[in-house]
T-cell receptor, first 113, second 116 residues
Framework: SAVISQKPSRDICQRGTSLTIQCQVD?????MFWYRQQPGQSLTLIAT?????????ESGFVIDKFPISRPNLTFSTLTVSNMSPEDSSIYLC??????????FGPGTRLTVT | AQSVTQLGSHVSVSEGALVLLRCNYS??????LFWYVQYPNQGLQLLLK??????LVKGINGFEAEFKKSETSFHLTKPSAHMSDAAEYFC??????????????FGKGTKLSVIP
């Protein structure tokens, strides 16, 4: 299984600012994913981050709001831009392992005030 | 497109009692099925998975689940609940979504409480 770390683990940010979340994996992976888990809700896929190409965003998520970088096969960042209280969520990085297993990082708990 | 339905957003059991968390899915192609657990203030941990082969799969912490194609179900069970099982459980289905990619879709989760 892959070991995934995320930074920061939590943050409290002011409305209108931006936060960049880092995801580091202990092995090279082709596909990385970013999910959002709003309070009391399930996980929603934000985008798929592939190395060497632009991220693919799901319906309802746009690059201007959630820009993603994927500079190599072990690292990715997600930026939450121009934050509002509605962006308060847990953001999780995820990778695919063998046999279609998908592993998740510990999450970044974001509170926007 | 696939979807996942978890019956019961909140389930309470007594310590030592049977745990049964229900999951039904819909998928137009053969799915891969997963259960994840999320402990308070933590990320998601893979409990068990069904890909192919034996329909009864065993996972960590004494949990198991049975894939029933005819019922499109993948219910999670544990014979005897422990206080440490209190967490939120997510059922998920992964299926081919075209263009060489697979999509993982989650249910809304079931919060399990264990009463001493």
């Amino acid at each position: 299984s892959a070991v995934i770390s995320q930074k920061p683990s939590r943050d409290i940010c002011q409305r209108g600012t931006s936060l960049t979340i880092q995801c580091q994996v202990d092995s090279q992976v082709t596909m990385m994913f970013w999910y959002r888990q709003q309070p009391g809700q399930s996980l929603t896929l934000i985008a798929t981050a592939n190395q060497g190409s632009e991220a693919t965003y799901e319906s309802g998520f746009v690059i201007d709001k959630f820009p993603i970088s994927r500079p190599n096969l072990t690292f990715s960042t997600l930026t939450v831009s121009n934050m509002s209280p509605e962006d308060s969520s847990i953001y999780l990085c995820s990778v695919v392992g063998t046999t279609y297993e998908q592993y998740f990082g510990p999450g970044t708990r974001l509170t926007v005030t | 497109a696939q979807s996942v339905t978890q019956l019961g957003s909140h389930v309470s059991v007594s310590e030592g009692a049977l745990v049964l968390l229900r999951c039904n899915y819909s998928s137009s192609v053969p799915p891969y099925l997963f259960w994840y657990v999320q402990y308070p203030n933590q990320g998601l941990q893979l409990l068990l998975k069904y890909t192919t082969g034996a329909t009864l799969v065993k996972g960590i912490n004494g949990f198991e689940a049975e894939f029933k194609k005819s019922e499109t179900s993948f219910h999670l069970t544990k014979p005897s609940a422990h206080m440490s099982d209190a967490a939120e459980y997510f059922c998920a289905v992964k299926a081919y979504s075209g263009a060489g990619s697979y999509q993982l879709t989650f249910g809304k989760g079931t919060k399990l409480s264990v009463i001493p």
